[in-house]
């Protein structure tokens, strides 16, 4: 795994050097160690996403995977480590003023406002951008997604599973993330639903440049689409590699779940929502 050096001048750790085959990391999360109370869940985290990135997480029930989202997104305070976000230090800023460094969160659940219309729901994604910069935000949304142009006056709660996703993600890209940070995006929806998801929304988002920080529990799906990935295993990465590499392991499974995989090949070491 890349390695951290000390910079004299500044007395803080430089942004990560990439892993070769990786472009440079815009987030770069450095040895952190969170938790609730100043009780640690996450010991010693290390993990890099770059600009057109998509970076699987992945891990069983009680690994820490809320926890690293929610310390990346400020919610949760460090106990040590830093946190860097296009090479500045981010460790020490408000969850808002992460947002506004560019950092956009869809969560598994809440997503959405559910009694409020598409348009509204969107609307609520710019309300702290001008009229005019609001509208022109939500046009490129639908331009994004444009099912939901259709569905523009539908209250989000009589969408189907997967529009409802699309707004979700839809009403965090109106403040135009440069990273993107999705829980586990296809919980609940049908198979070709979540595979839709994956395959058209997030493959687009990093192909549009985002970086992409991924936490999925159908694994398998995850790697299909994921450029790399990290198994994070009691609160501490147990295994980083290319996601090619880590769908040829045939003891993936084993390694943070201890299951086999079916005869044909189809289990998902993550079908439990590992938080």
Not at 147 to 171: D, P, W
Request: net charge neutral; proline share 6%.
């Amino acid at each position: 795994m890349p390695t951290s050096d000390e910079d004299p001048s500044r007395g803080t750790t430089t942004v990560t050097e990439p892993v070769a085959g990786r472009c440079a990391p815009f987030l770069d999360v450095q040895k952190v160690t969170s938790g609730y109370n100043r009780v640690p869940v996450i010991r010693d985290v290390s993990m890099q996403v770059g600009l057109g990135e998509i970076v699987l997480v992945m891990g069983p029930n009680g690994a820490g995977k809320s926890t690293l989202v929610k310390t990346i997104t400020g919610q949760l305070g460090l106990l040590s480590g830093q946190i860097h976000l296009d090479g500045d230090d981010i460790s020490g800023l408000k969850e808002e003023r992460r947002a506004a460094r560019g950092i956009g969160y869809v969560p598994q659940v809440g997503d959405v406002f559910p009694t409020l219309t598409v348009v509204e729901n969107l609307e609520m994604g710019a309300y702290q951008f001008p009229k005019r910069d609001a509208r022109e935000r939500i046009d490129e949304a639908f331009d994004r997604f444009p099912q939901l142009r259709g569905l523009r006056h539908r209250h989000a709660r009589t969408l189907s599973g997967g529009e409802r996703k699309q707004l979700g993600i839809a009403r965090a890209l109106v403040a135009r993330p440069k990273l993107l940070i999705l829980d586990e995006p296809t919980a609940n929806l049908a198979p070709v639903v979540a595979t839709a998801v994956l395959n058209e929304v997030v493959l687009s988002l990093a192909g549009s440049g985002c970086a992409v920080l991924l936490i999925e529990q159908r694994v398998s799906l995850g790697l299909a689409v994921a450029t790399w990935g990290y198994i994070l295993t009691d609160g501490s990465v147990r295994l980083a590699d290319s996601a090619p590499a880590l769908r040829q392991r045939p003891d993936l499974s084993s390694l943070f779940l201890g299951l086999k995989d079916s005869q044909d090949g189809s289990a998902d070491p993550g079908t439990p929502s590992g938080r």
